[in-house]
């Protein structure tokens, strides 16, 4: 996937903060540690681009093992309940929901080491052949990617994007427009 991570993770997040947060700042909140969590796994690109030189596949850090996201989660809680400080449920969930959404949606194209450390395969939903030069048109001219724009178009209809599209076209812009129109006469 290369762009429809934010638009699922904000997808999942409307639909998770309602239900697990109690007023409308937690479930804010909430929404922000969903759609920073559904890029999370993706912070490894720096270290790929800048410290690796893309000699390791990034699917292959540690950011995209869902074993290093469930162990390291099951210690932050473990911390929480020895320093006898509550856990804050709602924000693990909206981490996990995020994180394991990532590594979901890559498993369609990108494969995700999913039975790691038993078996250090990753699992391939979908294989993208390679057949131009530039690795980025394999996946953008495959069929899969309309997954991701079907993902996107689904975000704007949730965010209320063609309802600001007919304020926009109705509204001010239109009447400024009009009266720009009136004086060209």
Same mark, same amino acid.
């Given at each position: 996937?290369f762009l429809a991570h934010l638009?699922a993770g904000?997808?999942? $997040?409307?639909? +998770?903060?309602?239900?697990? *947060?109690?007023?409308? /700042?937690?479930?804010r909140?909430?929404m922000?540690?969903c759609?920073? /969590?559904?890029?999370?796994? &993706?912070i490894?690109?720096?270290?790929f681009?800048l410290?690796?030189?893309r000699q390791?596949l990034?699917h292959?850090?540690?950011?995209h093992i869902?074993?290093f996201w469930?162990?390291?989660?099951g210690a932050a809680v473990? +911390?929480?309940r020895?320093?006898?400080?509550p856990?804050?449920?709602?924000a693990?969930?909206?981490?996990l929901?995020?994180?394991?959404?990532?590594? *979901? +949606? &890559?498993?369609?194209?990108?494969?995700?080491?999913?039975?790691?450390?038993?078996h250090a395969?990753r699992?391939v939903?979908?294989?993208?052949?390679?057949?131009?030069?530039w690795?980025v048109?394999n996946?953008?001219?495959?069929?899969?990617?309309?997954l991701?724009v079907a993902?996107?178009?689904? $975000?704007?209809?949730e965010?209320?994007l063609?309802?600001l599209?007919?304020?926009?076209? &109705?509204?001010?812009?239109?009447?400024?427009l009009?009266?720009?129109?009136?004086?060209? &006469?």
């Open positions: 996937m638009p904000y997808i999942v $997040a409307r639909r +998770l903060a309602p239900r697990l *947060a109690p007023d409308a /700042a937690r479930a909140r909430l922000a540690v759609l920073a /969590a559904s890029v999370l796994p &993706d490894d690109l720096l270290y681009y410290g690796d030189g390791t990034h292959d850090y540690w950011t869902p074993a469930l162990l390291s989660t473990a +911390l929480f020895i320093a006898r400080v856990v804050p449920w709602p693990v969930a909206g981490l929901a995020g994180v394991f959404l990532h590594l *979901a +949606l &890559d498993t369609l194209t990108g494969g995700i080491a999913w039975l790691y450390p038993y395969g699992i939903l979908i294989e993208v052949p390679t057949r131009f030069g690795w048109w996946f953008v001219l495959h069929w899969s990617f309309a991701e993902i996107l178009v689904w $975000a704007g209809r965010l209320g063609p309802r599209m007919r304020e926009l076209r &109705d509204g001010p812009a239109r009447r400024i009009a009266r720009a129109g009136r004086r060209r &006469d």
